[in-house]
């Protein structure tokens, strides 16, 4: 069964260094979604991404972040400067047309030391 | 604007009995309602979804779910918990642009 998958799955990170996290999404899905979850709170939604652009981004998702879709398969996060309060895992999730049932990765955790 | 709540952050149940997990939402048209779990150091994990074909939806691992328009109620449900049914579940709805807006969770523990 196809599924979404991420890498790292874990990655400790000084605080004002670049990070990418990376994602596969299921191969004909069209829309790609970036959540994180920080310990012990909500899953929020940070970025939607369709047709090479973004959709929609919440107030999270400030001019730190960045996402791209660099060829065929691959879909990133970018955090450019990473602050402690960007500890949080990860998630990639992905979903095909006509549908809003979205499939999630396994998550990145992201320690900011 | 969609929302949903959680109304218990912790349920504790035994082994072989039911489980019953409480969501209600808030839509300002007929939504999309899901289920997700998460065990421990997992990603998240489809249970259930709801979208109007029926009100009780079927999902995996013999949860169950029914959409109650009138209370505006997606409660969750399984006739007899099994230890592996340890997790955190998630009562998700999908708003208009498609993103998904999770409830805070409930820690589901079951005691042998």
């Known amino acids: 069964e196809p599924e979404v998958t991420q890498t790292p799955s874990h990655q400790v990170t000084q605080m004002g260094q670049e990070v990418i996290l990376r994602c596969v999404p299921i191969?004909?899905?069209?829309?790609f979604y970036w959540y994180r979850q920080i310990l012990g709170q909500k899953v929020e939604f940070l970025v939607s991404?369709?047709?090479?652009?973004?959709?929609?981004k919440s107030e999270i998702f400030d001019d730190q972040f960045s996402v791209e879709r660099p060829d065929g398969s691959n879909f990133t996060l970018k955090i450019r400067s990473t602050k402690l309060e960007d500890s949080a895992m990860y998630f990639c999730?992905?979903?095909?047309?006509?549908?809003?049932?979205?499939?999630f990765g396994p998550g990145t955790r992201l320690t900011v030391l | 604007a969609q929302s949903v709540t959680q109304l218990d952050s912790h349920v504790s149940v035994s082994e072989g009995t039911p489980v019953l997990l409480r969501c209600n939402y808030s839509s300002s048209y007929s939504p999309s309602l899901f289920w997700y779990v998460q065990h421990p150091n997992k990603g998240l994990q489809l249970l259930l979804k709801?979208?109007?074909?029926?009100?009780l939806v079927k999902g995996i691992n013999g949860f169950e779910a029914e959409f109650k328009k009138s209370e505006t109620s997606f409660h969750l449900t399984k006739p007899s918990a099994h230890m592996s049914d340890a997790a955190e579940y998630f009562c998700v709805v999908s708003d208009s642009s498609y993103k998904l807006i999770f409830g805070s969770g409930t820690r589901l523990l079951v005691r042998p």
């Open positions: 709801y979208t109007s074909a029926a009100t």
């Open positions: 999730a992905s979903n095909g047309p006509f549908t809003d049932t979205q499939y």
């Open positions: 191969s004909n899905h069209l829309y």
């Open positions: 991404f369709y047709n090479n652009e973004i959709s929609e």
